[in-house]
């Protein structure tokens, strides 16, 4: 039996094409006819582009981690859908020592930290495989939890520090203003 799948692919960078179909299941034999039209794309995003969960491009890295450390707020995201990173201002003792603390507990034993003072992109690059986990103190401006993307339990820890430290600033500025009711706490946390 001949059947026919048409679909509109973008080549990524490094040549590959996906095809996904609810016709295409394993162990079935296909012959695959590609026509190529040529069409002008943008073109592609810096090697730093860092993409959300929402697959919204971001400012490069080093631009995210230099407002984390002026703006002394806290940032996850995934950095070329590789690595997991957990930012910290490097002045948030409490909120490291509960990340290195996840680390740690995680690879059955403490984790040295990596100061790294340029091209940070380069060094993710290079230093992380699908079992690296790291500690990385960047210009001594913030702090990094580098793991494995497939690493998703450990995620989830670092992520569960994030947001205890978030609504412990929430609660405190509650406390000190008294201007955030529960249930505008609730609505902030998104709970």
Same mark, same amino acid.
């Given at each position: ?7 509109? *692919?973008? %080549? ?12 295409? $299941?394993?162990?079935? $034999?296909?012959?695959?006819? &590609? ?32 407002? &984390? ?9 995934? #950095? $070329?859908?590789? &690595? ?10 409490? *909120? ?9 507990? #995680? ?19 290079? /230093?992380?495989?699908?079992?690296? $986990?790291?500690? *990385? =103190? #960047?210009?001594? /401006? ?6 494995? =993307?497939?690493?998703? #339990?450990? %995620? ?5 520090? %994030? ?23 609730? /609505?902030?946390?998104?709970?």
């Amino acid at each position: 039996m001949l059947k026919a799948i048409q679909q509109e *692919v973008t %080549i990524q960078p490094d040549g590959i094409v996906t095809l996904r179909s609810p016709e295409l $299941r394993p162990g079935l $034999r296909a012959n695959v006819i &590609v026509i190529l039209t040529e069409t002008s794309l943008p073109p592609p995003q810096p090697n730093e582009a860092i993409q959300n969960e929402e697959s919204e491009v971001q400012p490069p890295l080093t631009e995210l981690l230099e407002s &984390v450390a002026a703006e002394k707020e806290r940032m996850t995201l995934n #950095y $070329r859908k590789k &690595v997991f990173l957990a930012v910290v201002p490097i002045e948030e003792v409490d *909120v490291i020592k509960q990340l290195e603390h996840c680390l740690d507990d #995680y690879t059955n034993g403490p984790l040295d930290s990596i100061r790294v003072d340029d091209a940070l992109g380069d060094f993710l690059n290079r /230093k992380t495989t699908k079992n690296t $986990r790291l500690k *990385v =103190i #960047y210009q001594n /401006k913030v702090f990094l939890a580098v793991v494995p =993307i497939e690493d998703v #339990y450990l %995620i989830e820890e670092l992520e569960d520090c %994030i947001d205890s430290a978030d609504a412990n600033d929430a609660l405190k500025e509650s406390v000190e203003t008294g201007t955030i009711f529960s249930e505008q706490l609730d /609505k902030e946390l998104g709970w």
